[in-house]
């Protein structure tokens, strides 16, 4: 029982000095409070005495008030400094944004330039290709440059162009567009033309029959004297010369080879028929060697053969003939209509 009074008043002893430390705090902190309280109210007395004989200036104020003022100039310098940085970098967005403007402008005008070059040229591929479509029988696109654009704002308040000339350019492109979409059409059949005219060129004989387009004609399709006995008759082809044997002989059109040999009665020599298309045979006569086999499908330009001294020959050369059907025509005729874009020689 003594061990329990005794904690009893050890615990009252404790709880009494905590209300005493407690109060004690609290008065205290009143005390602090009232102390600045006091400070913050006590008014000071500010004196402006201006050098002058002219009246005393002089008004109250106290630390509250001071402090507030202070505040609400820390405020107002603190606004000043935030949109003043705020100014600055918009500011420098705007310079950034004018210099890219500029830039862009330069490019429009740049863009302008060439534009104006390419509907100038625009007009003289109109006038050439009009030309060329009349030359060929084929119907000319139809110009639209002249006419201004339909079914879009221009048209529906009749703008024709702007202070920097942008709508103008703009309708000139379409019109080029349309213009474009409707030569693609002339410009395929002029390309199945050209395919047809050069596939009918390889067809034909019409290139030289010596690799290279090297030698000469030494003797003319016609009447000619016979060097061997002197009198005139009838040269059935033309003979064609580089002085020398061995030089390459190329097929003048695609065909077949039909023939392929010796004649020593005729005095061909070695030589070779081919069969073109159209009713075109061509004889190649006097060879050294063949390269070509009977049947074998040549392509114009193709070797054949080469030159040579066989059959009744005076020396190194191809005697060369076309015929049609049954006739028998001049060469030269077919070679002064061979194209220059038919390739001599593989």
């Not at 004018?98 to 490019?107: C, I, L, P, V, Y």
């Not at 201004?148 to 308040?157: C, I, Q, V, W, Y």
């Not at 190194?316 to 020689?345: F, T, W």
Request: glycine content about 8%; overall charge positive.
């Amino acid at each position: 029982m003594a061990s329990v009074h005794r904690y009893r008043r050890f615990e009252d002893n404790l709880v009494q000095r905590i209300k005493k430390l407690v109060v004690s705090a609290a008065l205290k902190a009143v005390s602090l409070l009232k102390t600045f309280a006091v400070a913050v109210t006590r008014r000071y007395t500010v004196v402006l005495v201006p050098h002058s004989e002219k009246n005393v200036y002089n008004f109250n104020i106290s630390i509250a008030s001071l402090c507030c003022a202070l505040l609400i100039l820390a405020g107002i310098a603190g606004a000043f400094f935030w949109y003043g940085s705020s100014f600055s970098g918009i500011r420098g967005d705007l310079t950034l944004k004018d210099s890219r403007f500029k830039d862009t402008q330069a490019s429009l005008d740049q863009l302008r330039d060439e534009i104006a070059r390419l509907l100038r040229q625009t007009r003289s591929f109109q006038t050439t290709l009009s030309n060329t479509l009349s030359a060929l029988g084929l119907d000319t696109p139809v110009n639209n440059a002249e006419n201004p654009a339909t079914g879009d704002l221009s048209s529906l308040f009749d703008i024709r162009e702007t202070a920097a000339g942008t709508l103008k350019e703009v309708d000139d492109l379409r019109n080029f567009t349309g213009y474009l979409s409707s030569a693609e059409d002339p410009l395929k059949e002029i390309g199945s033309l050209y395919k047809n005219q050069r596939a009918l060129l390889t067809e034909i004989p019409n290139i030289w029959p010596i690799k290279g387009g090297i030698g000469h004609i030494s003797m003319y399709f016609g009447q000619n004297e016979n060097p061997f006995t002197g009198q005139y008759y009838i040269h059935k082809g033309i003979d064609l010369s580089t002085y020398r044997s061995g030089d390459p002989v190329v097929a003048t059109a695609d065909g077949q080879v039909v023939t392929l040999e010796y004649d020593p009665v005729g005095g061909f020599g070695y030589y070779i028929i081919i069969k073109h298309k159209h009713g075109f045979y061509t004889r190649y006569a006097h060879l050294q060697s063949f390269k070509a086999t009977k049947g074998q499908r040549v392509q114009q330009g193709e070797v054949i053969g080469y030159i040579g001294n066989t059959g009744l020959s005076t020396g190194p050369h191809l005697h060369y003939e076309i015929h049609v059907g049954s006739d028998v025509v001049d060469p030269y005729k077919y070679l002064n209509i061979r194209s220059s874009n038919v390739r001599i020689g593989r």
